[in-house]
């Protein structure tokens, strides 16, 4: 009876804040989209790697987020800094700045892991006041599948508004859907040349 009642508690106690969790998520997302109809892109990619080292690939910002801190046509020859607000830089809550300038506009906002479940799920995305150009706010989803021959399918997936100006009518959905494939096919080609090396 005792263990019944201890076990009881527990679940009293821990289920409110899984779902307070979730419902803390949607109340930011929802404020952020307030009277804005989110768009969606998502692309699925195989990669050739077990799902533990590619989610732990993906997982780093340093590795997805690498398109934005190299001068690129897409970026306009520009680069972001990045900046850890948290001093874990994984997992659930783990937070950080991106800043700089592109075509001379200034670039400021912050990113956070609002879910993670290691190795197989990640959902980050702009929290507070976002200074962007051609987006105003975006929520990127990650899930990991294994598939045969040791190998992953990569599901990434982004939510996002344009800017009301318009480099957000002219370039919003493109770099949206720019930034998407870029992760994936830089998860890609870091496969396959460590596959090639061995």
Request: aromatic share 10%.
């Amino acid at each position: 009876m005792k263990n019944y009642l201890i076990v009881l508690l527990t679940v009293i106690v821990v289920t409110p804040a899984l779902f307070a969790q979730d419902t803390i998520s949607k109340v930011v997302r929802n404020e952020a989209v307030k009277n804005r109809k989110p768009r969606h892109f998502e692309r699925t990619m195989v990669i050739n790697g077990m799902p533990e080292d590619v989610f732990a690939f993906m997982d780093d910002i340093r590795n997805t987020g690498k398109h934005m801190t190299e001068n690129s046509g897409a970026m306009a020859g520009s680069k972001l800094h990045l900046e850890w607000l948290t001093d874990h830089k994984t997992g659930l809550g783990t937070k950080y700045k991106w800043t700089g300038k592109v075509v001379g506009i200034k670039m400021d906002f912050t990113v956070e892991v609002s879910k993670w479940v290691k190795g197989k799920e990640k959902v980050w995305g702009t929290v507070g006041d976002a200074k962007m150009i051609v987006i105003d706010w975006f929520e990127m989803d990650l899930i990991i599948t294994p598939e045969k021959d040791g190998k992953s399918k990569a599901k990434l997936g982004i939510y996002y508004t344009k800017h009301r100006g318009l480099w957000g009518f002219l370039l919003g959905k493109w770099y949206s859907k720019w930034c998407v494939k870029s992760m994936l096919m830089d998860t890609r080609k870091h496969f396959e040349k460590k596959t090639n090396k061995k």
